[in-house]
């Protein structure tokens, strides 16, 4: 296929007026030429969501690999989404001002060469480093992802492109386990744990080639400036935040830790200060506050809070249980998280394609509803389970639960940003970004605290009557944040849904050619 077939050479009277001025550098595929430059942007997400928990599996066989002390596994998972989260806004921000493509191409060659990088730490130390800047290049890739979609993807195809990537996005999150099990397992070619970070490579480099080739460059309507000042206070309070719940519960919770935390929350009221007041001004803020005055952003970010707060939870007491509580091996306790994955594959196709255009935003309430079913399903289960449980008990609860994720991971991003203008698509794809990833922090950290004070508090010997207790006080929590998640998507529109696609006009027509 030509370039004259599947590009147009450039915007026309015709063309949705939001796109005006921010297909300022390339022009917008078509046909195949815009499948492959999804595939591209889907292939970056992918990489970087199972990076974000394909290394918790395998932390006991990198332990003896690296001969790793117990804080520096910790730092090994906590490095990457503190990292990612600190530089999310700022990596919107400079796609905003510099081109949405060249960032992010340079953060998916940033994030693949640092994935060889982890592959081949020679220390526990450099492997945490490494993490650390795999974690910003993914900050500076990831926020173009969604606003790229938006911008090669007119007003009525949009909600179900988001949906699409956001289902996939959280079948992704969700296999990270079970891929990080099967390739520590398979052992390929000797490396060991070694290659759930050097997979990335042929990947990165496929996605980049496409991304050259075919994901058009756009900017923001207006040239936004880089606040620095934002960017510092931003980034020191978010890490300030950050720090002491990722590590408090393994430092013991000292008062410096309490002490920087408060640190950080002031910090961030400033910072939402100061960002009022320029968008007040007629000044370009680093984040659009304004944005949460609209109730799909501001109810999507609710339900998005809620969701990624319980799954990063979720994911590690249930490896902990596993194979602490019930002595199975990383291949067993990772494969024992495919049934959710499956069931949130299908049902989050499901759920974007058709309960969302029919009963809108009910399908987010629905899904909530079936993941606390689901959870306390498994808690159940738990309840009587021991080293001799085999794993078909646990099938009921996973799949459910994931049944219940997967109604809700797709259409909430198209809910949330079908509606935002494009001039604001970075930021908003930032914000949203660094919501599930503020979340899934914050819900390790506390979920994760409560967990073990209940496996410190235990007296029994036997593993499974130790963590097993843990782990059901970690399930009830997640029901109970599901059943919040219900009632913050009753904040969307009654009228929030995917729209079909309209019958083709003359216009569309020319916008396809």
Known sequence: ?????????????????????????????????????????FLASTMELL??????????????????????????????PLAFAVGLITGSRLGDLLGRKRMFVAGLVGFTVLSAACGLAPTPEA?????????????????????????????????????LFTGLAGTAAVAGPVVGALLTEADILGIGWRSIFLVNVPVGVFAVVAALRWVPESVAVTR????????????????????????????????????????????????????RRSESS????????????GRAFAAGSGVYTFMFAAMGALFIAQTIY?????????????????????TTTVTAGLGVAVLGPRIGRRVLMLGGATWAVGALVMAATVHGADASTLTWAFLPGLMVSGAGFGLMVAPVGAFTLADVP???AGSASGLFSTTGQLANAAGVA??????????????SRVPSELFGPAFQVALCIVAGLMVLAGLAARAFPATAGLATAPEPTDDDHHQQG
Do not use: C
């Not at 007629?282 to 005055?293: D, I, K, M, Q, T």
């Not at 506390?446 to 007296?459: C, K, L, N, R």
């Open 282 to 293: 007629g000044r370009e803020p680093l984040v659009a506050l304004s944005l949460y005055r």
């Open 1 to 41: 296929m030509t370039a004259t077939a599947t590009t147009r050479p450039e915007p026309t009277e015709l063309d949705p007026p939001a796109l005006e001025g921010v297909i300022a550098r390339s022009a917008l595929p078509v046909g195949r030429a815009r499948t492959i430059a999804l595939l591209s942007l």
């Open 446 to 459: 506390v979920i994760g605290t409560v967990f073990f004070s209940v496996v410190d508090a235990g007296s």
């Open 224 to 275: 936004p400036r880089l606040d620095a000042r934002g960017v510092a206070l931003l980034a020191g309070s978010l890490l300030a935040v950050l720090y002491p719940l990722t590590m408090g519960r393994e430092l013991g919770w000292p008062a410096w830790v309490y002490a920087v935390m408060a640190v950080g929350v002031v910090g961030l009221v400033a910072f939402v200060s100061v960002q």
């Open 422 to 424: 494009v001039e604001h």
């Open 322 to 342: 596993f194979q602490a509580g019930l002595g199975w091996s990383v291949l067993k306790a990772g494969l024992a998280g495919l049934p959710f994955a499956l």
């Open 127 to 163: 492997l945490v480093v490494f993490r650390a800047l795999q974690g910003l290049a993914s900050a500076a890739m990831i926020p173009q992802v969604l606003s790229s979609i938006q911008v090669m993807y007119a007003p009525h195809e949009r909600a179900k492109a988001m949906g």
């Open 51 to 80: 990076d974000n928990t394909i290394v918790n599996v395998a932390l006991p066989t990198i332990e003896s690999g690296l001969g790793a002390t117990a804080s520096q596994l910790q730092w090994m998972v906590a490095a990457y």
